[in-house]
């Protein structure tokens, strides 16, 4: 690709940390001021953790691997699956609407606003 969207609108939060968050995947708000690894929605990635503490982004551009791609970039509804990878999801399924970006098959990923 040419042309970078990282950097933009980029919104991070510290948030208590479960054991299950790990940088660079999806979180979820798990209780109070609390995230965890994402099951279905996500409100954003773990940019970091240490300590018991997670750095969350919230907006912004991120990738992601996923597992099963969207058909087209635009709006898509995009969910967390089994695997823990973003995948589109289906009309029954629980999802989000985001901004794909672009979708790189050979590398597995997608880049979308949060």
Known sequence: MQVC???????VVTF???ETVEAGAPVMV???GKVSAAEG??????????GGYAAVQLKGYVTLPYGTAPETVGYQKLAVDETGKVSAAGEED???E???LDVDEAA???GLLL
């Open 5 to 11: 969207f990282n950097g933009f609108g980029e919104d």
């Open 16 to 18: 208590e940390a479960d």
């Open 30 to 32: 798990s209780e109070n």
């Open 41 to 50: 929605v996500f409100c954003g990635v773990c940019v970091g953790v240490r």
């Open 94 to 96: 629980e999802g989000r």
């Open 98 to 100: 985001y901004l794909v």
């Open 108 to 110: 597995g990923s997608l």
